[in-house]
């Protein structure tokens, strides 16, 4: 799956969660903090959506951010972390630091 397959992906998952609380875009964005424009590209996949978005889109939904980008739970194990992989080039210092603390959290317990 390439990047633009993933935010695809990513982007239909986002409106099926809005749409399935039955929330406006304009009513998500407001509750997130992000504009109408930058939701709707979110949710069509013309932009990568970043960790702090995608934070706030789960807080605004009341779920765990990683329900949110349960988009690709489809994948083996393995795909899984070759994706991750390739996918880390991509993030800025401060999201692959909030990733690591996700990833944390889950493997402390």
Known sequence: MDEADFNEQLG???????????LSQET????AG???KHLWKIE????????????KIATALSLPVHEVLDAGHEQSFDALLDEIHRLSPFLSLREAQVVYRILKMFTDR
């Open 12 to 22: 239909r998952r986002v409106r099926s969660l809005r749409e399935s609380r039955k």
């Open 28 to 31: 998500l964005a407001e509750q």
């Open 34 to 36: 992000l504009s109408v």
């Open 44 to 55: 069509r996949g013309k932009v990568k959506a970043s960790v702090q978005s995608l934070t």
